[in-house]
């Protein structure tokens, strides 16, 4: 009975929903794309993978930029 009740704690830590540092990134690309309504009304799993390939990309430029001190036009 012990290893049960640890499994269901341990399943309930992993649903927590972790923090992403790129999250606002993620959404100013999708808008830019015009995807972001896609995203609310759908969620990130039904992108298909050039959607997220290109979302991933712009969030590359913007932090890179950030970091450099340069804007994105």
């Known amino acids: 009975m012990g290893k049960k009740s ?3 704690n341990k399943k309930t830590v992993n ?3 972790k923090f992403d540092p790129n ?3 993620k ?3 999708a808008k830019e794309l015009g995807l972001l309504e896609k995203l609310r009304s759908h969620g990130w799993k ?3 993978a ?3 390939g290109k979302i991933g990309a712009l ?3 913007k932090i890179k930029s950030q ?3 340069n804007s994105i036009i």
């Open 23 to 25: 999250e606002k990134y």
């Open 50 to 52: 050039q959607e997220t």
């Open 6 to 8: 640890l499994s269901k």
């Open 27 to 29: 959404i100013e690309a």
């Open 67 to 69: 970091k450099t001190g």
């Open 46 to 48: 039904m992108l298909s």
């Open 15 to 17: 649903k927590e929903k």
């Open 59 to 61: 969030v590359k430029k």
